[in-house]
């Protein structure tokens, strides 16, 4: 099983929130699911702390992520939002934490992103031969 540093992802999810992005992490089962609850999660919320716009990616996204180290993230905004303003958003946030990212500027485009392969640590209580 392949490991990657998921820290750097975590901080621009966490960053993404500070900007007022529903973020999630492997979320749900696919892009439909996702795209319906990030939905319902925006409409139960009070008038004075709508969010601007969502990002997530889903479990077959997490599925990619894990074998390849690179997947994509849904997004979108909100009511009157720019969407291509809260990809704009997002992209920034990745790239402050350090996430290698790829994104035209549309849209209708997903964000694709790679994470680092964590670094394979020798032990040096094993015996070699």
Known sequence: MKKFDM?????????????GILAEEDFLCCMSCGVAAMQ???????ADAQPVGY???????TDSLAEHGRSMLAFNGFGAT????????IVG????????????GDARERI??????????SNPRRAVA
């Open 93 to 104: 946030c990745l790239r402050r934490a350090g996430v290698r990212v790829r994104w035209g």
């Open 7 to 19: 820290r750097p992802l975590r901080r621009a999810f966490a960053e993404m929130r500070d900007y």
């Open 112 to 121: 694709e992103f790679w994470v680092k392969r964590m670094p394979v640590r």
């Open 82 to 89: 720019d969407s291509r303003a809260v990809g704009r958003i």
């Open 40 to 46: 319902a999660k925006a409409d139960k919320l009070p």
């Open 55 to 61: 990002c997530f990616y889903h479990g077959q996204d």
